[in-house]
């Protein structure tokens, strides 16, 4: 829980730093002369700059209910994986998942519109690899597993069984996949400069995509003590898919200040827009026995009355802090390490697409009577990012 705490601090460093250079760069401006000519932070090799960096970024992790569940030998069947039952213990799920580090690339490039260095164009691209979070169990009946959730019809906590001694043998798999990527385009207007420093204003458009996928599937054999026939297979899956894309006008300053070599960089920007989220939730069943199997629409997360596709379009802000030290190794070639910082409000993930409310009468074989739930949920939250880059920077 450290690194989160620590991640959650540096972005409210990194929103207290944007206001900041937003309202410290027109005092500054007024205190630098008006740009005449090119400053001497840009080296004059030609109008062209393009540069490369590898990612080592965090990103705020999907937060997840409960999901599989274990109890204790001994435990009573109807106690069995319940939720607030004595020993029971969760074994995947009640955390966030998809919180490491991961790697990527970002490719930057930008082009003066006039000889003097006054106005520009910039274009940047980023994307991370994939994250995912892995999770199987299997017993033989001796070790429980089960499904929890909130019996809609009772109000209290109940569990699907999926391994229970001589009742079922069974297995449970969970995987879900995060993935982020961004664009952005700016004008930039150079507003003030000195000898060593310039400060630069920025117009634009901001883009971001994240999307996660969730799958979850179990199967359980019947052994004994139960209404259905031994070596009766039911199985069960449900997947949550959710995804949000950003567009948004993008505001901002930038400046640099040379020193010898050196170059000093940071970028401070306010991103306001539109989030289109969209979900995608789908659920289905078998029943196996002497060969037969039989298909039903609904698992058990993602039963009949949730099943389908839903979007909703949100506003959403979208901070951001980019800070930069580069060596000049060559008029044309610059080495560059910088941290960035990304917040994001409004995602929709897709730990927050499930209802844990389930009406067991939806479940396949059931009788349908009673409460539609569970109903498909659009909780959303921040999403986080920060991290480091390291790269090159070419100017022709």
């Given at each position: 829980m450290g690194h989160v705490k620590a991640f959650d601090s540096s972005v409210a460093a990194s929103a207290v730093a944007v206001a900041t250079l937003l309202a410290w760069a027109p005092a500054c401006a007024a205190d630098l002369p008006l740009v005449t000519k090119a400053p001497a932070a840009a080296p004059a090799i030609g109008s062209f700059?393009?540069?490369a960096e590898?990612?080592?970024?965090?990103?705020?992790g999907d937060h997840l209910p409960a999901l599989v569940t274990t109890s204790p030998p001994g435990t009573p069947q109807?106690?069995?994986?319940?939720?607030?039952?004595?020993?029971?213990?969760?074994?995947?799920?009640?955390?966030?998942?998809?919180?490491d580090w991961r790697a990527g690339g970002r490719i930057q490039a930008g082009y003066w519109l006039d000889g003097a260095r006054t106005q520009a164009l910039e274009v940047s691209f980023f994307d991370l690899e994939n994250a995912s979070t892995r999770f199987a169990a299997n017993s033989d009946g001796s070790v429980i597993l089960a499904r929890p959730f909130v019996d809609a019809n009772t109000g209290g906590q109940s569990a699907q069984l999926v391994a229970f001694p001589g009742a079922?043998?069974?297995?449970?798999?969970?995987?879900?996949?995060?993935?982020l990527l961004g664009v952005d385009a700016h004008?930039?207007?150079?507003?003030?400069?000195g000898s060593d420093a310039r400060i630069g204003a920025l117009i634009g458009y901001r883009y971001l995509h994240s999307s996660d996928r969730l799958d979850i599937a179990s199967s359980a054999t019947v052994i004994g003590g139960v209404a259905l026939p031994i070596g009766t297979v039911i199985g069960a899956s449900d997947t949550f898919e959710a995804s949000s894309d950003f567009h948004g006008l993008d505001l901002g300053v930038s400046g640099e200040l040379l020193h010898g070599?050196?170059?000093?960089?940071?970028?401070?920007?306010?991103?306001l827009g539109a989030n289109i989220n969209q979900a995608q939730i789908n659920g289905s069943s078998t029943s196996s026995f002497g060969g037969a199997t039989t298909a039903f629409p609904g698992g058990l997360l993602a039963a009949t009355s949730?099943?389908?596709?839903?979007?909703?379009?949100?506003?959403?802000?979208?901070?951001?802090?980019?800070?930069?030290?580069?060596?000049?190794?060559?008029?044309?070639?610059?080495?560059v390490a910088g941290y960035d910082v990304l917040y994001w409000t409004d995602v929709q993930r897709a730990g927050g697409l499930i209802d844990t409310t389930v009406n067991p009468n939806l479940l396949p074989g059931g009788s349908g009577a009673g409460p539609q739930r569970p109903q498909p949920m659009f909780a959303t939250s921040s999403l986080r990012a920060q991290g480091f880059s390291v790269g090159a920077r070419y100017g022709f």
């Open positions: 700059w393009i540069e590898a990612l080592a970024w965090t990103v705020k109807s106690l069995a994986g319940v939720l607030g039952a004595p020993g029971t213990a969760v074994l995947f799920g009640d955390s966030s998942v998809n919180d079922v043998s069974g297995s449970i798999a969970a995987n879900e996949t995060s993935y004008f930039r207007q150079e507003i003030a400069s070599p050196w170059i000093f960089a940071g970028r401070a920007t306010v991103a949730n099943i389908g596709s839903y979007s909703q379009t949100r506003f959403a802000v979208v901070p951001a802090l980019q800070l930069k030290a580069g060596y000049q190794l060559t008029p044309q070639w610059r080495l």
